[in-house]
């Protein structure tokens, strides 16, 4: 056995070795990435924009086996219902006389009122009306056979007349005779259907009175009905609590809607929009109606429950929520009149802060100004944060939040930058060499927090890619979609 004792070129014993993984494509994770992509675009999901197209061609080159236990996840365990019923419509435009597609189809889908959802992605992914293959039309039909006349007399219009061009399309065989009765009555319309109680309402609210009087009388009443017996639905009472007080209801059924508005199991799993519950808190301060405090309460109240605060994003995290206030973030939401983009920053800040969580708030213009930020109710301080607009200047030099953090030498685990620009790697205007906020951002990650993530939120997002991550922790999103705590807590 012969060693070498030669010590020429040997490194001393400190040397410090930096060993580099070699980057290997990650399928699973890159058709994550689009799928949640899509899901943020501001464009219709099942388009086929650029994203869209980019989608398909990696469904197809990918392992069928693969994308099926991805779309189980994002629908059993992700809550990503319309994701997995959009990969499985793919599948099933390529696989869809294999057995396993048809397993997977029935799994995904699970009702028969979901089944016009699901064929509305399948037909936008096909190019021709063509009907989908054996085992999944096998897989819809068993779907369609265990649906009865109460169930689907209890569907919304929309879901009845999708399922009645679902028979038509899919003709699906009966598996009994009562079945077959069942599907040929449908066809013809001739299933009496349940009316809602907000229907009955309208119908009420639109026909004629032979007094101010005796109709203020019929409203109160269908009212009190409504809310007694709680067949008025969450939403519905949520759109309507003005005409609600215009109808005159007495205060115990005031009372009873209030607990009910406040109550976190009725808002639903998922919780409300806080956009949504500030959009009708907004309408609430414009009345004078008697009991619109106590309505205005039972907001605050359900808006801790809110779908952001449900969502795990920014769970047991210390989070920078910095905040572009200038004029031209004063733009409305399209679907709140009422709410604009200046608001999203104060409010999830506000949602964080009023669930514990650790918070540093302030706005950024030519200077960055933290905001002391105390647990309050997140609706009116939400309001309150308004007076703050063009207190730090009207120049976005976001880049001056790292600066700051880096100086007092403290770690974060996430900063948010609201604005309506595109911010990363780019100079905004008047600025100098150097403040570029990705040169920044890349000397705090290595000088001071290695973990912290990044998240650059353009909330005009004109042509720009829903989410894009250019490096390591750092995500960009154009625009504003409800989901996006769910899809940011998923990555």
Not at 321 to 345: C, E, K, T, W
Not at 407 to 431: P, S
Request: net charge positive.
């Amino acid at each position: 056995m012969k060693f070498n004792f030669n010590l020429k070129g040997r490194q001393p014993a400190d040397t410090r070795y930096a060993f580099i993984k070699a980057e290997v494509p990650d399928v699973q994770s890159d058709i994550l990435k689009m799928l949640l992509s899509v899901s943020l675009s501001v464009d219709d999901p099942g388009q086929a924009s650029h994203a869209m197209i980019l989608l398909r061609e990696t469904v197809r080159q990918g392992d069928p086996v693969l994308l099926g236990r991805l779309a189980v996840d994002l629908r059993e365990q992700r809550s990503f219902r319309d994701l997995s019923f959009l990969l499985t419509a793919e599948l099933a435009a390529l696989y869809g006389e294999d057995e396993r597609t048809g397993l997977l189809v029935s799994r995904i889908v699970q009702q028969p009122g979901k089944i016009p959802v699901w064929l509305d992605y399948y037909t936008r992914t096909v190019r021709k009306r063509q009907r989908p293959g054996r085992a999944v039309r096998k897989s819809l039909s068993v779907l369609l056979n265990s649906m009865d006349e109460y169930q689907y007399s209890r569907y919304s219009v929309e879901v009845r007349e999708g399922i009645k061009l679902a028979l038509q399309w899919l003709q699906p065989k009966a598996a009994s005779r009562s079945q077959k009765s069942l599907f040929a009555r449908i066809q013809r319309g001739q299933i009496p259907v349940r009316t809602t109680w907000l229907q009955e309402w309208q119908t009420l609210h639109q026909q004629h009175y032979d007094s101010p009087g005796q109709r203020q009388v019929v409203l109160r009443d269908k009212w009190k009905e409504g809310i007694s017996s709680f067949r008025i639905g969450y939403p519905a009472l949520l759109d309507n609590l003005q005409p609600m007080l215009c109808a005159g209801v007495s205060g115990k059924v005031l009372k009873l809607a209030a607990e009910y508005l406040g109550n976190a199991a009725a808002a639903g799993p998922a919780g409300q929009s806080p956009l949504r519950l500030l959009n009708v808190y907004r309408n609430l301060q414009r009345t004078d109606q008697g009991g619109a405090g106590m309505l205005t309460e039972a907001l605050e109240q359900a808006t801790l429950h809110n779908s952001w605060n449900r969502s795990g994003f920014g769970r047991r995290s210390v989070s920078v929520i910095a905040m572009d206030v200038s004029s031209s973030m004063r733009h409305p939401l399209d679907s709140y009149g009422l709410v604009q983009r200046f608001d999203i920053g104060p409010l999830l800040a506000f949602s964080w802060i009023s669930r514990g969580e650790q918070v540093i708030t302030g706005v950024i213009g030519n200077t960055w100004r933290p905001v002391q930020s105390t647990v309050r109710p997140i609706l009116s301080a939400t309001d309150q944060f308004r007076g703050h607009e063009g207190e730090a200047g009207y120049a976005i030099n976001a880049w001056l939040v790292l600066q700051d953090l880096m100086r007092k030498r403290q770690v974060v685990d996430k900063v948010l930058i609201f604005t309506d620009c595109a911010l990363w790697d780019n100079r905004t205007f008047n600025q100098p060499a150097g403040t570029d906020l990705s040169l920044w951002w890349r000397r705090y990650r290595r000088e001071v927090a290695p973990q912290a993530k990044l998240y650059v939120f353009d909330l005009a997002g004109y042509g720009m890619k829903a989410l894009e991550t250019p490096e390591e922790g750092v995500y960009l999103l154009a625009g504003w979609q409800e989901r996006v705590p769910d899809v940011l807590n998923f990555i």
